[in-house]
């Protein structure tokens, strides 16, 4: 146990120092999320009525109602620069230098999906921060009750980005991969609209939208900040982590390449 958690400290390291060394990815990460909070919430909340929806218990503004969703958005996009950056390292070799050492694949890939999911819950309660200036304050209590669910939806959607990541063989290609995952995922989901919403304009978005993974980890975040589980959410954001997971472990496998390639490739 001792030699595995010197492990995990050394790869959690090298990902604490890459993010720190890299200043523009902490305020990319605020950047993005605090444009939609000021700007977008202002001009929507004219033109888009909330009802009373579970875990609200009053009518609330269309910032309150976004925050979860972009706490979620931060998390996808760090576990895709995460994935990026195994891209990277697999093409310089150092990747397969870890990979072939005498641990196990799973923990080694495990250990540096933990490292990122840290980064990005640093991330996440930094926006939090400074939303509460903007006068989105859930409870107090919520802010320690978000913290197994950020955990977990930063989990699936780090496991996501390794799957990905392992199917990508240039680091030109993986950009393109991002924003094919990155907008479907977010747009197609209750980050920024209420599923009922979705239903009354299209019947066939509202089930795709509750169809898709990064909607329950939106919904399980929102919950969570006030201090009640979503059990569905809870049990599709489980499985889809223990299914991309496991793909990653797969396809990461350092006697076919660190990844899947195609016959004859």
Same mark, same amino acid.
């Given at each position: 146990?001792?030699?595995?958690?010197?492990?995990?400290?050394?790869i959690?390291?090298?990902?604490?120092?890459?993010?720190?060394?890299?200043?523009?990815? !902490?305020?990319?990460?605020?950047?993005?999320?605090?444009?939609?909070?000021?700007?977008?919430?202002?001009? !929507?909340?004219?033109?888009?009525?909330?009802?009373?929806?579970?875990?609200?218990?009053?009518?609330?503004?269309?910032?309150?109602?976004?925050?979860?969703?972009?706490?979620?958005?931060?998390?996808?996009?760090?576990?895709m620069?995460?994935?990026?950056?195994?891209?990277?390292?697999?093409?310089?070799?150092?990747?397969?230098?870890?990979?072939?050492?005498?641990?196990?694949?799973?923990?080694?890939?495990?250990?540096?999906?933990?490292?990122?999911?840290?980064?990005s819950?640093?991330?996440?309660?930094?926006?939090?921060?400074?939303?509460?200036?903007?006068?989105?304050?859930?409870?107090?209590?919520?802010?320690?009750?978000?913290?197994?669910?950020?955990?977990?939806?930063?989990?699936?959607?780090?496991?996501?980005?390794?799957?990905?990541?392992?199917?990508?063989?240039?680091?030109?290609?993986?950009?393109?991969?991002?924003n094919?995952?990155?907008?479907?995922?977010?747009?197609?989901?209750s980050?920024?609209?209420?599923?009922?919403?979705?239903?009354?304009?299209?019947?066939?978005?509202?089930?795709?939208?509750?169809?898709?993974?990064?909607?329950?980890?939106?919904?399980?975040?929102?919950?969570a900040?006030?201090?009640?589980?979503?059990? %569905?959410? %809870?049990?599709?954001?489980?499985?889809?982590?223990?299914?991309?997971?496991?793909?990653?472990?797969?396809?990461?496998?350092?006697?076919?390449?660190?990844?899947?390639?195609?016959?004859?490739g």
């Amino acid at each position: 146990m001792r030699a595995g958690a010197i492990v995990f400290a050394g790869i959690a390291r090298r990902e604490w120092l890459r993010f720190v060394n890299q200043r523009g990815r !902490f305020l990319s990460a605020l950047v993005r999320p605090l444009v939609w909070l000021f700007i977008f919430a202002a001009g !929507f909340r004219a033109v888009l009525g909330l009802s009373i929806t579970p875990p609200y218990k009053t009518y609330v503004l269309y910032e309150v109602y976004v925050t979860p969703g972009l706490c979620a958005m931060i998390q996808l996009f760090n576990g895709m620069q995460s994935s990026l950056s195994m891209v990277h390292d697999r093409e310089n070799g150092s990747m397969r230098t870890l990979l072939v050492s005498p641990w196990p694949r799973w923990f080694l890939l495990a250990s540096r999906l933990v490292a990122a999911v840290i980064v990005s819950i640093l991330q996440v309660y930094a926006f939090l921060a400074v939303a509460w200036f903007w006068d989105v304050r859930p409870p107090l209590p919520g802010y320690l009750a978000v913290l197994p669910a950020l955990v977990l939806s930063g989990l699936m959607l780090g496991a996501l980005g390794l799957a990905l990541s392992s199917t990508v063989r240039q680091l030109e290609n993986f950009a393109g991969v991002m924003n094919f995952v990155i907008f479907p995922m977010f747009f197609a989901s209750s980050a920024l609209y209420p599923l009922w919403r979705m239903r009354e304009s299209s019947a066939l978005l509202h089930d795709l939208c509750a169809a898709n993974p990064f909607t329950h980890a939106v919904e399980l975040i929102r919950f969570a900040l006030y201090l009640q589980v979503n059990w %569905l959410s %809870l049990g599709v954001v489980g499985a889809c982590l223990a299914l991309f997971f496991a793909a990653a472990v797969l396809m990461y496998d350092p006697a076919r390449g660190l990844g899947i390639r195609r016959k004859g490739g």
